[in-house]
């Protein structure tokens, strides 16, 4: 589905000049946008608390009778990773969601908007990780990215060796064969390296035998910021991968809906790659 109308800004005068786009203009996408732009004002009052780094909950101390635990399977810790120009309190909602239903072991990762290499964030994502498994004892983790942050997971386990640690990664609205909207942008060079054609995009389309991580990628139908559409879609001769289609919201609210956080948890809980949810969600 190609998405052709855009909410206007100021009806009165857009009715004049473009009548043709307003008649075709749905009730879905009025209100897609309309929680678009509820989400960006929560999330801007939510921010500032993104920016404090993340503290590691402490290990359990062992009980006082002496006696020993009983040895249990745990599900591996999540590592969630936010887009371009954001930080992990985008994540509040999902964060909670996943901890309600068992995953305790939910972490974040900032890095800096100043970042001008996908490769440089994926190495710091890779030294990242490798803190957490020391620090857990767990051999894998799950990642959950969203637009950028999902692009710099992929490198890392697709390029970097990082399918030795990504047992899934779930990505939301990332632009995986590279996206052309905002050309203003361009002036960041991380922006030009999301772009269809650049050494990045490449070099993620190259062959990736023997890949161990499973990808997994939401892509909505209303995302104003992947052009085209089915760019947020991952396709890879070499790489396990689904892909679900969100129908009825946007962007931002690809890590903020709770159907969504929903089919992330599904997603992850799923045991083998035949029990992960299959066809497309309609959340709105």
């Known amino acids: 589905m190609k998405v052709t109308g855009v909410l206007p800004l100021f009806f009165p005068s857009c009715r004049r000049l473009w009548p043709d786009r307003l008649a075709g203009l749905s009730v879905t996408l009025l209100r897609a946008t309309a929680l678009e732009a509820a989400i960006l004002a929560g999330h801007l009052l939510l921010y500032p608390t993104g920016l404090i780094r993340e ?44 901890a309600q239903h068992g995953r305790q072991r939910v972490e974040s990762l900032n890095y800096s908007p100043l970042t001008c290499d996908i490769r440089t964030a994926a190495e710091l994502l890779g030294r990242h990780i490798e803190e957490i498994c020391e620090r857990t004892g767990s051999t894998r983790v799950d990642i959950v990215g969203h637009s950028l ?27 995986h064969s590279g996206t052309r909207v905002a050309p203003l942008a361009d002036a960041h060079p991380i922006v030009r390296q999301m772009r269809p054609g650049s050494a990045v995009i490449e070099e993620l389309a190259r062959p990736a035998p023997g890949c161990r991580t499973r990808f997994v990628s939401f892509w909505s139908d209303l995302d104003s910021l992947m052009d085209p559409l089915e760019t947020a879609c991952l396709e890879h001769p070499d790489l396990d991968t689904h892909n679900v289609r969100v129908s009825g919201i946007g962007h931002l609210a690809l890590p903020v809906h709770p159907a969504v956080a929903t089919a992330i948890r599904e997603t992850l809980d799923a045991p083998h790659p035949g029990d992960r949810i299959t066809g497309g969600l309609t959340v709105a």
């Open 149 to 175: 942050g999902g692009l710099i997971a992929r490198y890392y386990a697709q390029c970097l060796g990082g399918d030795q640690r990504v047992r899934t990664l779930v990505t939301l609205g990332t632009p």
């Open 55 to 98: 503290r590691h909950p402490a290990a359990l101390p062992a009980p006082a009778d002496g006696t020993a635990r009983l040895p249990v399977r745990p599900a591996p810790p999540v590592v969630l990773l936010h887009g371009f120009i954001d930080n992990r309190s985008v994540f509040v909602l999902l964060r909670r969601a996943l």
